[in-house]
């Protein structure tokens, strides 16, 4: 009868450690997917700041947003819409504001938790033959099932 015991809370001991190890694996991946998001969120956003960007590319970034998206950023404004801030970048590209000035956008500090991110990093743009690196800015990603369901700027 020990011999069983000593079996079946082994057998419970291992089984534990294996499920422990199972879910720390799946929130690693968890949080390397956010990341991943993220960081496809600023390539293109960096692709889109230059003059030869296309709608195309407004629209791969909005394949990063759920449909219920929402960019609020305070000092600009608050609140909007996944479609009021796809009206904007068409509007912003139409008015050749995306005129190549940044050159890097420089990520300086991140956080990662379950289903966010809270970013710090920084515009580096062209100025007249060098390059100049702007203030840093702290922006929160919220994410749901994978994709950036809002975005709050910190600036």
Known sequence: MKTHLKILISTILLLFATNQIIAQDATKAHKDSLEIVVKKYYDLNLKIFQTISTIKDIDRVFELFTDDFTYIHPKYGGTYTRQDLYNGYVRNQKNGRYDGKYINIKVLKKIIGLNGIVVQRMY????????????????????????????????
């Open 124 to 155: 580096v743009e062209k100025e007249g033959d060098g390059i100049k690196e702007g203030e840093p800015q702290m922006t929160l990603f919220e994410f749901k099932k994978g994709k950036i369901s809002k975005i709050f700027e910190y600036w």
